[in-house]
């Protein structure tokens, strides 16, 4: 780990004790310090009953992001937050899903604890509600810490807009044909979701439903990373490619030993820390950041082939964390996420360099088709609509489909009135222009957090006699709509979760809803069968109370919600498989899990379907009926990739198991791929 002086630290990070402003800095000095340590005791307290959990028993961060540390000081210290903003933050967001369950003194409790941590000095006046006296606070670091010194030196000194190293791969595949002809390739999972059309569907029988239960783990890898793990593996010859927040790991896909691992070392803001994946292609294996850049390394060898800095996360630009997507010369990818009040694009990258190509605004600029659905022109600046799930090709047509997220802030609309194109949507684009060619719009004007997440899988299937070209897309509202890819004619659609109460008006008083801002189908979606002609729609069935918001505002670097939510006791998270056939939308069996459903799911020739659970259950079930044929408990939460493949004659499957992010409510775990096989 390459380590750093403290002459190579400008003055910022050095040794400081900034004077704080608390009416006057004379005022501070005889008092001695901003609050008082039975104030910090009482919200060390309430702090360990309701944020431990998430962000760790000493604010170092856990599921959740750290409260004290490098990290928290890069986005809060550097010289415009005050303590007001983050007294506004954690009293209107926090608890995840028990937002306002405190009242303002057990905040402001709270925020005395959390400044203890990061260097204020405790006096004889208690640290107050009063917006104004907070408003003068300066959040700003105290004392230099070991950790900030020798960890994260400041974004300033560490980033550079793009880095050439060693230039060409070693190799060059897999090929264009290889990519395209993906969805019969047996041997390999090309893309996140196996193939362009994300049809999730393996022609394998090795293992069937005479044999599934003799499955055994073949070997366990664990990555090193206690981050939400959304990951959806790719292999190749024989090599599995899977990421963590910040590392890349090649593995054999037989045994779990590593062949190569490249770490990032972050060069600005992380935003949001789970990564779902990578690309490959031409020797190079692709991925984003959650700080901004997007990068390639060498397939073979794991070296950095170059680096790029796309947006600037510290000037709230926003992130990435979905899986980039390949095709030509051209890397897709996708800017998140919605609450952080961005402004939502998707663009295309040179494959060789990473120079830009096209860029297709999700929330559109002056004079682009769709401005006329903002009736406040400015609301767009931080209109959401970010792409953060993943997208579909259809390569013959040359047509892209990518899901766009919500609208922001979330949940007060009055700040963005019309039907916010393109958020809540189907966006199709020519895939080598960037032009749009048509779109749907699932939740106009959405006020609950429903983003679209997925746009697939493309397939045909026959209706009342006639072959049909058909695209699935679902979000978290809850409703899987299916509609054909030529007419634009919406067939049918089909809930998957529990829906209720989504006409009513937003209060401040709060509406209950269901889905909830949890609720529907997240970052993985369908897949489906060839041989039983059926869709299997994993999902959360999760309700909850929404709140609009009495003080909105904007602060960079933090969740723009403009309200909150709410989970009741009575709101008990479970999930759903439903299986729907794909000719008339008709339901045709359902599983129902004790936990969130949030796990990929993967489908073979064999009539079976392969998926995991919050329980930490990989299980497999009979595509035809549903029944539960095998269970395994990995001994983490599930909630990422599960994916088949066949070398040397051997049929194997891959589970992700891990972490999930601390408002799902289950146990941590550590990042782990097993492999399973038959004896």
Known sequence: MRRYSLKSIPRVFAALSLAVIFGNTNAVAQQGGVYTEAQAKRGQALYQANCAACHGQSLEGASASALKGSRFMAKWAEGSHTVDELFYIIRTQMPFGAAGTLNNQQYIDIVAFMLGNIGYAAGSRELPTDSGVLKQIKIAAQVATKESSLMNPPVAARTAESTKTSGMPTSNFPTQDELNRAAVNTTDWLHSNHDYAGQRYVDLKQINQQNVSQLRPVCIYQAGDTKAFHNNPIVYRGVMYITTSTSTIALDATSCRVKWRHDWRPKSIEVHPPNRGVAIKDGRVVRATTDGYLFSLDIETGKML??????????????????????????????????????????????????????????????????????????????????????????????????????????????????????????????????????????????????????????????????????????????????????????????????????????????????????????????????????????????????EGTDVRFVPGQQYMGGSFFNGPEDKPHGWLTA???STGKVAWKYESAKPMLAAVTTTSADLVFTGELTGDFIVLDARAGKVLYRFNTGGPMNGGVVTYAINGKQYVAAASGSASGFWQVAPGASTIIIFALP
């Open 580 to 582: 729907i056939d794909a």
């Open 306 to 547: 170059w680096e790029k800095k796309v947006i600037a996360s510290e000037k709230n630009e926003g992130s990435f964390n979905m899986a980039p997507v390949i095709f030509e010369n051209m890397i897709l990818l996708g800017l998140g996420i919605s609450e952080q009040g961005v402004k939502g694009w998707i663009g295309a990258f040179k494959l060789d360099n990473g120079d830009p190509l096209w860029r297709f605004n999700t929330v559109p600029d002056d004079g682009e088709p769709g401005v006329e659905t903002w009736g406040n022109l400015e609301s767009r600046l931080r209109g959401g609509g970010a792409v953060w799930a993943p997208m579909s090709l259809d390569q013959e047509q040359g047509l892209l489909y990518l899901p766009v997220a919500n609208p922001a802030p979330d949940f007060f609309d009055d700040l963005r009135p019309g039907a916010n194109l393109y958020t809540s949507s189907m966006v199709v684009l020519d895939v080598r222009t960037g032009k749009l060619k048509w779109y749907y719009q699932a939740v106009p004007h959405d006020v609950h957090d429903y983003d679209m997440t997925q746009v697939s899988p493309l397939f045909t299937t026959t209706i009342a006699g006639k072959s049909r070209k058909l695209v699935a897309a679902v979000g978290k509202d809850g409703l899987l709509h299916v509609l054909d890819r030529e007419t634009k004619e919406h067939i049918y659609e089909v809930p998957v979760t529990t829906r209720s109460y989504l006409d009513l008006p937003l209060t401040k008083q709060g509406v209950h809803a269901c889905p909830g801002v949890l609720g529907g189908v997240l970052w993985n979606g369908p897949a489906f069968n060839l041989r039983t002609n059926m869709l299997y729609v994993p999902a959360v069935d999760w309700c909850g109370t929404f709140r």
